[in-house]
């Protein structure tokens, strides 16, 4: 097993936050309630149909879809560490469709691109839940909803642009705007001035979701290598998967190893690699209680920089955001990973939404990489032949997205010509990243703009002139690197 995550125990936080773990704590939660079948390292020479390079959920959901449309291919999935080891395994567990984002989607990709990527997304929500109750899996999964809180005047909401366009495309029931008093009986928050709420969102135990895709899988005939990272691809028919102590001869590769892929020259401009930081209290069943958060809605505030926050069935509350940790051309570890300070933003938010909370205790915090581009979404495409494809750059978005990316994945593969192949979003990504030395200052630049724009809106300040001037800088780049898409 191949660690790559730096040391296992990060710098030591002050306050009442630990250090960040190499490992989740929904990870180490998955391992414990169920290690799994063992899935040994590549030895000697294998051969394939299909070979996919990384068992995140993007590489996860691609064998899967596979497996259901092609059940005659032969499939390998090679992975690094383990399954869900990255970000897949570490994320706020929000299983949500894009509706609140729905006028930057349609920006990018031509209204009916971005109304039909937002339906296809949405849609993914209600088909997780068919899937669990398929194969039984347990994932601790919640379809109750989401409430995006405006946690003060300064934070906007979705724009008016948004809700017309869900009005002329008959989903307008599926953003609703609540007021403070309505916000406020989801969870007492003595910050709500009001917000939106959309019932299309699950939150789930995302190690648990990643190790039971393993599951089925192996039951599937998927033959999964852990431990056995993709050493060098060499193009050609069939094209050669080499591994340390082996290689796989494929028909068809895809690659979908998420944020490591920015080593890979192809996609040195492809995106950039950041790292959010997730805490997690001790179970707090009567401080629910008392906030009257009852239910398992998730909750993100609106602000540049958003909090996401999610209860578990043991009562805890698991936090995220706040801030960002910017990765240097790509080289995923040390520091960039295990900081003190990010995990503390995290911790801090917490409080800041729900004072009422103050002294909690945290039992772990976390992090990990993500592949984020120009415009935070994915790209699926395939090399010149047709015999190497990828889906990667699944920024934030990546729990819906990753399983409508498994189905236009296996389309690619199997030349299907279907909706899925005709996704907006198939083909490079809109608009490549600036390369270094330049990117990390800028990228670390807008995060410190809209980090300290925040922090200042907090407390009573107004974001200040330098964090509104890089953020509308940032704003006009966006604006004018082409990064659009008409269909
Ligand atoms: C803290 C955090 C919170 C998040 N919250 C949310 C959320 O609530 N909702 C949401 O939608 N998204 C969220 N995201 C984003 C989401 O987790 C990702 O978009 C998604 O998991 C990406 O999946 P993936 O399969 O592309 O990548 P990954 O899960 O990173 O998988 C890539 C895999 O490839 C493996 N690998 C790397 N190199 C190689 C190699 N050379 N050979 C073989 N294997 C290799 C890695 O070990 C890894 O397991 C969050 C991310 C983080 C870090």
Redesign the pocket.
Known sequence: MTQ?RGSANGERANGNVPPVGARSFWLDEALRADPGAPCRPLTGKAAADVCV????????WTAYELAERAPHLGVVL????I??????????????PSWTGLSTLCASLGEQGGVAYAAALAAMVDELDVWIARHEARIDAFHEGILYARAGEWQAGPDDETFRLLAKHGCADRLRRVDAAEARRVADSPRFVGGVITPDLTVIQ?AKLARELRRVLLERGVRICEG????RLETGRPARVVTPAGAVAAAQVVL?????AARQRHFRRAFAVC????VITEPIPALLEALGWTSHMGIADLREMLY?LRTTPDGRIAI?GGAMGIVYGGRIGGRVLTSARLAEMAAHGLTWLFPQLEGVRFDAAW?????VTSTALPFFESAPGGTVHA??G?????????KLGGKILASLVLRDDDRWSHMPVVGPPLASVPPEPLRWPLVQSVAWAHEAGDRAEEQGRGRGFLPRAIAAVYGQYGAHNGATRER
């Open positions: 790559r390079v990384g068992g995140g959920f993007a590489g996860l090679l992975e690094a560490d399954c869900g080891a990255g970000g897949s395994g570490a994320n706020g567990g929000f299983f949500s995302p056995t990272p993709m050493l979908t190893h998420g944020a490591w790292t959010d930081f997730m996401y995220g992090s990990g990489p993500m592949d889906g990667l699944f920024s934030g978005h990546g729990l819906t997205g990753t």
